[in-house]
């Protein structure tokens, strides 16, 4: 693992020193999910969890309490267990969990109901992400009674309930070295698999086969999972958001575009290209991509510290909105339609999000109502597209159908930014050249 457990023990000293000393965190894994009868879905820990563990498995719940001088990191987990080892693989048990995960104490997860309320017992406020999970919540709320039911003995339940989410979220926010490292690891892989889709590309394919070509590099890459459901949308299927169907045609003539992110080691990559099945542009096509092209490039010009998160959004809108006035698609005054958001019909979304543990990672991006400031260590994503779908009234016919987005991941660095998953041609004639080498 590039993330070390020193590290996972620093972020929760951290998070501790942020809560102050009298209070309590508890942060439950994620479980399994069912996705048809005896079979779960790959499991995927909960990033928050994961974040202050790095502990892989589920049925667990993480406690910190700071300044406890027995011991302020208690994880439960589950019990070894041989018959349930042989059937379904390792668990870490208790031992190896203080060892391995530098934990001061485990304990069994079926044993929490009779311990947790007594660590609980004289901490004035519990830190916890209450929504996430409506049978936890009342799990916890139920420990905190317990306590409550012993008041005329002495007891003192915390009367607190603090939001975990906003400290630990913030701290997610800014990547550390490492973190780094594993997401220039999972862009590097991703960009591998966009080329070779890119050169697997031809008439007579089908979306499911450049899914099947993606898929298999991110395994080579040794990232077993994808950071999400790759988009693999030729011709007019690109104008829908988030097609993952990937069964349909691909067609000489049409685009193909391709939003596809492998994760490593619980990080995600979020890659998009569209190039032209057959190889060529058309001229209508490689009008519109070179104003998304230019629009991204302004956007990621925009990404550096001192500037705000909305800033590439606004380069991009701008450069966007040109194109459409210059296309003869919008009809008018460029900041007239930026100002009634008439682009929106051809660009209906965000130009990125954070990205990290999660694809749409934690933070937010506005702080008292005013756009979050980059700093070095985010990372985020700039997206911008066009979709014009067919039917798109006052349009003309030579732009329908054609849905087109370009997207990259760029780490904020002290000088400005590093795009990390530079890896995939984006230029008109480096794309054509690369397919023609096919
Ligand atoms: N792949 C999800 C996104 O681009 O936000
Ligand atoms: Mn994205
Ligand atoms: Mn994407």
Request: proline letters at 6%; aromatic letters at 8%.
């Amino acid at each position: 693992m590039i993330v070390k457990p020193t590290e996972f023990a620093r972020r929760r000293k951290k998070l501790m020193q942020h809560m102050g000393r009298n209070s309590i965190a508890i942060l439950p894994s994620a479980n399994e999910q069912v996705r048809s009868r005896d079979v779960n879905f790959p499991f995927r820990q909960d990033s928050d969890f994961f974040y202050l563990t790095g502990f892989d498995e589920p049925e667990a719940v993480l406690v910190l309490l700071p300044g406890r001088k027995q011991g302020q990191c208690i994880l439960f987990n589950r019990e070894k267990d041989p018959i349930a080892e042989i059937w379904h693989g390792h668990r870490l048990g208790q031992e190896a969990a203080t060892e391995t995960l530098g934990m001061d104490d485990a304990f069994p997860i079926g044993d929490i109901d009779d311990i947790l309320p007594g660590l609980m017992e004289g901490r004035e406020s519990i830190y916890f992400a209450l929504g996430n999970n409506p049978e936890f919540d009342r799990r916890v709320v139920g420990w905190r009674n317990t306590i409550r039911d012993q008041v005329s003995r002495g007891a003192s339940p915390p009367g607190e309930m603090i939001d975990l989410r906003h400290a630990l979220h913030d701290m997610r926010l800014i990547k550390s070295r490492a973190e780094i490292k594993a997401m220039k690891v999972a862009a590097q892989v991703s960009a591998e698999a966009h080329v070779a889709a890119m050169q697997r590309c031809a008439p007579g394919l089908t979306e499911l086969d450049i899914e099947a070509e993606l898929l298999y590099r991110f395994a080579r890459g040794d990232c077993r999972h994808p950071a999400y459901p790759a988009i693999v949308a030729a011709g007019a299927n690109a104008c829908i958001l988030h097609y993952i169907e990937n069964r349909g045609p691909l067609n000489d003539g049409d685009l193909l575009l391709i939003d596809a992110g492998a994760e490593y080691q619980g990080y995600a990559a979020d890659i998009s290209r569209t190039f032209p099945v057959n190889g060529r542009f058309t001229e209508p096509q490689k009008a519109l991509y070179e104003w998304v092209l230019k629009a991204q490039l302004a956007a990621i010009k925009a990404v550096k510290p001192g500037n705000h998160w909305e800033q590439p959004h606004e380069a991009a809108v701008r450069v966007l909105t040109e194109g459409l006035v210059e296309l003869g698609i919008l009809k008018g005054e460029v900041e007239q339609l930026i100002e009634s958001g008439a682009y929106r019909r051809f660009y209906m979304h965000k130009t990125g999000h954070w990205i990290g543990l999660d694809v749409h990672d934690v933070g937010d991006y506005r702080i008292h109502g005013e756009p979050r400031v980059l700093e070095p260590g985010m990372v985020l994503t700039i997206e911008p597209g066009y979709y014009i779908p067919a039917g798109s009234k006052g349009v003309a016919k030579k732009w329908w159908d054609i849905g087109i987005r370009i997207e990259d991941d760029i780490l904020v660095t002290p000088d400005g930014h590093e795009v990390l998953t530079g890896g995939v041609p984006k230029q008109v004639d480096d794309i054509e050249a690369m397919m023609a080498a096919r």
